[in-house]
Antibody
């Protein structure tokens, strides 16, 4: 059974940093593309970014609002996905979900989802 | 930036057919995917690659796509189908960034 457990959320001041983690089990993590999706309170879903498997190059891509501030990384030896968030803004306040990405290159999509972890950016 | 457009709300009576649309310029070349999100829960994939249904999703959920519009159809909607529904696709840039529609609140009553 695929399990994704998100953690690391909390309260942080504007301009601060936070690192989220996602512990994965039940599938071959090293072969998986992974992504982060967020949801601001009372709002819709927003794709944050993804990381390819190392065998597919291990590259990352990001949505425009977070590019240059957020970094997605992975530790295949620990079956763990990370989201490093720097220069946080109040508009980054959201529940952050880790997801697996399925599909073919050019047509990947979030498949399995974690339970989410809440990040609140406030002074 | 690329956008997917959904109606904010759709309302049907139990047993009726609900249709939720999603429009986007790249949909003739890109698949659409649909997610159901109930209050306080993580989203669940209900349709992938325009019209395929994951295992465990009831047959009343179906999807189609034509031109710049994708449609999620719930035939014989039930009270438990009341939820927010989001379409998803990727942009046509070489980086294949993901994008969600704004979401549609389905009310069944």
């Amino acid at each position: 059974e695929v399990q994704l457990v998100d953690s690391g959320g909390g309260l942080v001041k504007p301009g601060g940093s936070l690192r989220l983690s996602c512990a994965a089990s039940g599938f071959t993590f090293s072969n998986a593309w992974m992504s982060w999706v967020r949801q601001a309170p009372g709002k819709g879903l927003e794709w944050v970014g993804h990381i390819k498997s190392k065998s597919d190059g291990g590259t990352t891509d990001y949505a425009a609002p977070v590019k240059g501030r957020f970094t997605i990384s992975r530790d295949d030896s620990k079956n763990t996905l990370y989201l490093q968030m720097n220069s946080l803004k109040t508009e980054d306040t959201a529940v952050y979900y880790c997801t697996t990405e399925s599909g073919i290159v050019g047509a990947t999509y979030p498949d399995y989802w974690g339970q989410g972890t809440l990040v609140t950016v406030s002074s | 930036s690329y956008e997917l457009t959904q109606p904010p709300s759709v309302s049907v009576s139990p047993g009726q057919t609900a249709r939720i649309t999603c429009s986007g310029d790249a949909l003739p070349k890109k698949y659409a995917y649909w997610y159901q999100q109930k209050s306080g829960q993580a989203p669940v994939l209900v349709i992938y690659e325009d019209s395929k249904r994951p295992s465990g999703i009831p047959e009343r959920f179906s999807g189609s796509s034509s031109g710049t519009m994708a449609t999620l159809t719930i035939s014989g909607a039930q009270v438990e189908d009341e939820a927010d529904y989001y379409c998803y696709s990727t942009d046509s840039s070489g980086n294949h960034r993901g994008v969600f529609g704004g979401g549609t609140k389905l009310t069944v009553l």
